[in-house]
Structures are given as structure tokens and as C-alpha cells.
């Protein structure tokens, strides 16, 4: 059973501080998304990456996937208040036997405070 | 257009009662999913449907029986609910990729059983 575990699991920060949620694994994942979720609303996709040391920039996010695709990490800087929110990360499986499967991380809740 | 779509947002019943959920996606995805989010806010898979086939059944009470008449409907059925079902149920879809395809979530219903 692959599995994901996320850290921190709760964050609280100001305004205009920098911080990093990581997401690690023993196993290697064919791609590994983000996604944000909202109070009342389902997760909605950030970002994927698919190859190994790929760095993606989404505005003042960036995403990293580990060299060996078994870990990831989003970084944010000068968070805003709208940062606000669970963030999530979800593993796309390898072979065909994984199907269409994502092992989702625990979530971390990220409060940023004006 | 809402792409992922549940009905009903809120739940609420008596322990003992068979409930129904339902969801419909206008992606022309043809895999969907269902998730079961507890208090923790841990994501976890319950079944996927490709092409209406039953793909994933993690170990789910038998109480739980989902049903997809046609591949953009995914329904599910709970049985003689209990207090533990309480959660929110998150109804996703995608398109059929070995590596994990980026997944699209309803707004979610939450279920409280009292």
C-alpha cells in the first residue's frame, strides 16, 4: 500500500511570511498532485508534476517533485490571507495495475492570519 | 456549468435509515470516484467506476453499494446507516490515465447520522 504523509499537518503564519508543506513517501509515484480545498467545497487541482526534480512556479507557489518522485513540496512566499485553506497531496501510481488511482496525503491546514 | 455535481449538499438522518447520493459529471470524464472525508479531513477512496465497471472497492462496508447507470452518473447507496458514516462524501471524476489523471470533485455532501 503506497502512502503519503504530509507535514506539517496544521500551520498558522502571518501575512507576508514564507513557509513549505512537505510530502514524502517510501514509494515512487508516476506523477504527484496538489490540490487546495476550501470550507463547504471539494479539492481543486493546483499543479501536476510528473518528472523527477521538475520545479513548477504558479505565481508565488512553487512545487518541487523529488528527484526519485517519491516526495514533494510546495512552497509558498509572502502568503495572503486567500492562501487560506487545506492543501493536499495525491500520488498517481505506477503500472497498470494502479489504474487511474491517487493516494491522497493527510492535508495540511494552512491559516494565514492579516 | 458545474462540471462535478451532488445532490444533496446536506444529509442529515437517523441511524438505521438507507440513504441515497448522487452525482453527475458533465466532463465527458470516464472514470469516477468516491471519497469519504472524516473530521480529520483525511481523504479516503472508497470505489471507482471506468467506463461503469467497477474498478476500486476499498474495504467498505457492504452497506455501501454504488451504482453508475451510465458513465457522467455515479450514485451511492448506504444501508442501515450508522454514526460512524457521519462524513463528508466527495464524488470526483477523471479521464482513464495509468499515471493518475488529474481528478475533478463535487462540492460534496456532508452526512450526519444521529
Known amino acids: 500500500t503506497q502512502l503519503l504523509e504530509q507535514s506539517p499537518q496544521f500551520l498558522s503564519i502571518q501575512e507576508g511570511e514564507n513557509l513549505t508543506v512537505y510530502c514524502n513517501s517510501s514509494?515512487?509515484?508516476?506523477?504527484l498532485q496538489w490540490y487546495r480545498q476550501e470550507p463547504g467545497e471539494g479539492p481543486v487541482l493546483l499543479v501536476t508534476?510528473?518528472?523527477?526534480?521538475e520545479v513548477k512556479k504558479l505565481k508565488r507557489l512553487t512545487f518541487q517533485f523529488g528527484d526519485a518522485r517519491k516526495d514533494s513540496s510546495l512552497h509558498i512566499t509572502a502568503a495572503q490571507t486567500g492562501d487560506t485553506g487545506l492543501y493536499l497531496c495525491?500520488?498517481?501510481?505506477?503500472?497498470?495495475?494502479?489504474?487511474?488511482?491517487?493516494?491522497f496525503g493527510e492535508g495540511t491546514q494552512l491559516t494565514v492570519n492579516p | 456549468d458545474t462540471a462535478v455535481s451532488q445532490t444533496p449538499k446536506y444529509l442529515v438522518t437517523q441511524m438505521g435509515n438507507d440513504k441515497s447520493i448522487k452525482c453527475e459529471q458533465n466532463?465527458?470524464?470516464?472514470?469516477m470516484y468516491w471519497y469519504k472525508q472524516d473530521s480529520k479531513k483525511f481523504l479516503k477512496i472508497m470505489f471507482s467506476?471506468?467506463?461503469?465497471?467497477?474498478?476500486i472497492n476499498e474495504t467498505v462496508p457492504n452497506r455501501f453499494s454504488p451504482k453508475s447507470p451510465d458513465k457522467a452518473h455515479l450514485n451511492l447507496h448506504i444501508n442501515s446507516l450508522e454514526l460512524g458514516d457521519s462524513a463528508v462524501y466527495f464524488c470526483?471524476?477523471?479521464?482513464?490515465?495509468?499515471?493518475?489523471?488529474?481528478?475533478?470533485f463535487g462540492p460534496g455532501t456532508r452526512l450526519t447520522v444521529l
Open positions: 466532463l465527458g470524464h470516464d472514470t
Open positions: 467506476y471506468n467506463n461503469k465497471e467497477l474498478i
Open positions: 508534476v510528473v518528472t523527477g526534480g
Open positions: 514509494s515512487v509515484f508516476s506523477s
Open positions: 495525491a500520488g498517481g501510481g505506477v503500472g497498470e495495475t494502479s489504474g487511474s488511482r491517487l493516494t
Open positions: 470526483a471524476s477523471s479521464k482513464w490515465e495509468v499515471a493518475g489523471g488529474v481528478q475533478f
